[in-house]
């Protein structure tokens, strides 16, 4: 089966049983589970199982063979992480307090596809990370146009 690519930015909010609806469109990556884990720049990543696997192996490989920032890496992600067999009925994940706690997400969310995997951000957040993301994109294209 070819995964689907996940692109797009949604705004959803968070309920009060700490329910994130996933996109209609980006559900079907999660059709064999969803792993909820924490991604660096303090938001949540959401991953099919398969795609999970990866990023752990991944991790464990931009790092020497039983080193400590090797091992640091894995617990980050593996015990930082949740696992649901699927989305429920409707579409949402269920997300623990510690999590939404870390991506600082209260009730405005922003899930914004990001190719294998999708993440959760707390809209505000977001947002001033994307302007970011452009200020940095104006100053590669100057420099290009310099050189």
């Known amino acids: ?3 689907p690519v996940l692109v797009g930015e949604f705004e959803v909010t968070l309920d009060a049983k700490n329910r994130i609806a996933v996109p ?3 559900r079907s990556a999660f059709a064999e589970g969803i792993y909820v884990a924490k991604v660096r720049e303090r938001c949540l ?4 199982p398969h795609e999970f696997a990866e990023r752990l192996a991944e991790e464990a ?3 020497g063979d039983g ?12 015990a930082n992480a949740v696992h649901q067999p699927g989305l429920d009925g409707q579409g949402r994940v269920t997300v623990p307090a510690r999590l939404l706690g870390y991506a600082g997400i209260t009730r405005d969310v ?4 990001a190719q294998d995997h999708v993440e959760f951000w707390d809209r505000a957040a977001w947002a001033a ?3 970011h993301l452009e200020e940095e994109a104006d100053a590669t294209a100057d420099e290009l146009a310099a050189s």
């Open 110 to 113: 922003t899930v914004i596809g």
């Open 61 to 63: 490989a931009a790092t």
């Open 129 to 131: 990370y994307l302007a």
């Open 45 to 48: 990543g959401g991953y099919g």
């Open 24 to 26: 209609a469109r980006l």
């Open 67 to 78: 080193s400590v920032a090797r091992r640091d890496a894995k617990r980050f992600t593996a």
């Open 1 to 3: 089966m070819q995964r």
